[in-house]
């Protein structure tokens, strides 16, 4: 019997560390926008995937970087998102 509690309490606390230890989604923009730039970097990594593009500001001043955050490189690549499809050049 003692086992079992024990080892209930090791699957719980193993369950619950990672819902614990991931980031809050507050710090995001939650709006859409339409951007056109050129693809400066592409990032298809984990935990999660970046794609930073050059776009020129609306009102003519400086080229600004957008940084664009997704889900993870196996992620994007069930839905067919690979290095191929986005390259570091490519307008979009």
Do not use: C
Request: proline share 4%; aromatic share 8%; net charge negative.
């Amino acid at each position: 019997m003692r086992f079992r509690v024990m080892l209930a309490g090791i699957v719980l606390a193993a369950v619950a560390l990672p819902a614990w230890a991931h980031h809050s989604h507050g710090n995001y923009v939650d709006t859409f926008s339409d951007i056109q730039g050129v693809v400066k970097e592409v990032h298809l990594v984990v935990p999660h995937s970046w794609v930073y593009i050059e776009v020129k500001d609306a009102a003519g001043g400086e080229p600004v970087i957008w940084a664009l955050e997704a889900t993870g490189r196996a992620g994007l690549e069930r839905i067919g998102v690979t290095r191929e499809y986005v390259k570091p050049g490519d307008t979009i």
